[in-house]
């Protein structure tokens, strides 16, 4: 799971229903949503049965269709803007992307065509993807069609993605590949974790804050104990932490601080031992 390009080219709905759930704070494996949606190797997935797969994990995916080019990106704004990510057919009706974000005439797509996935796209070339031309009498003027269908969960959301134009640049550069990588990894350890932020977490700390005070102690033990791993490696995987759970706007009660660091010193032990190996201890075999 995460983020990462499309292994063939007719899985584009799947990965895109994929962020589009990731983005509402349920990771979803695109296996699984394959399993439901069945996409087909000559026709990848159709609305229809894009839809099926959405409604199987819990949302609904209306269409929207427009006409107009200014209505249709006066409607996606209006959508993204509700922190409800919209799944678009570009490209000839080809392809599927997802819209995250509007930010000053920018839209924050995840399009698993490129690499990297996360992409900051000015609203011209988008209308120029998402215009697909439909002509109905050889003597008429074709119609332009704009076709979205913002995902709509039935349940309540505990927590939204924030892809900021700034944040999507981040992921974006070569030394974050990783962290796109393994995205939904980071969110469903996280949510173990920590808490949405809400009226009722008013006495809590954000993830900053608390590495603030404790990442010191988190890292001089890990590096102390195991031996062969760096230091930076270690602040590296809490500086992807923190990331990710300001990007869901997650924080830690303050009577959970304690829980919350066993959990990320255990997380962390893991993490040196599969990146660096272990040998016996205490007589081990």
Not at 85 to 110: G, K, M, Q
Not at 196 to 202: H, I
Not at 246 to 254: A, D, F, K, R, S
Request: hydrophobic fraction near 40%.
């Amino acid at each position: 799971m995460g983020f990462y390009r499309q292994p063939n080219e007719w899985s584009c709905g799947p990965f895109a229903l994929k962020h589009a759930l990731v983005a509402i704070g349920q990771p979803a494996d695109e296996n699984a949503i394959s399993r439901v949606a069945h996409p087909h190797w000559w026709s990848g997935t159709n609305e229809a049965k894009l839809a099926r797969a959405a409604r199987h994990f819990g949302c609904d995916l209306p269409l929207v269709r427009r006409t107009n080019a200014e209505r249709a990106r006066i409607a996606l704004v209006r959508h993204v803007g509700n922190h409800l990510p919209a799944i678009l057919c570009v490209d000839e009706w080809d392809h599927w992307i997802t819209v995250v974000r509007h930010e000053r005439e920018r839209f924050v797509i995840l399009d698993s065509r490129h690499e990297p996935v996360l992409q900051v796209m000015e609203w011209p070339r988008l209308r120029n993807r998402w215009q697909y031309l439909e002509y109905r009498n050889d003597d008429e003027q074709p119609t332009p069609l704009y076709d979205m269908h913002p995902v709509k969960p039935r349940f309540r959301v505990p927590v939204k993605a924030m892809f900021s134009v700034k944040r999507a640049r981040f992921l974006r550069r070569p030394e974050n590949a990783g962290l796109a990588k393994h995205w939904d990894a980071y969110l469903e350890d996280l949510m173990q974790i920590c808490k949405p932020r809400s009226g009722r977490t008013n006495n809590a700390l954000s993830m900053g804050e608390f590495l603030r005070r404790h990442q010191d102690i988190l890292v001089s033990r890990v590096v102390y104990w195991h031996g062969h791993i760096h230091r930076s490696g270690v602040v590296r995987v809490l500086r992807n932490f923190r990331f990710v759970a300001e990007t869901y706007g997650l924080v830690i009660p303050e009577t959970g601080t304690r829980r919350a660091l066993v959990d990320l010193a255990i997380l962390l032990a893991f993490w040196a031992v599969a990146s660096g190996g272990v040998g016996t201890m205490y007589g081990s075999g």
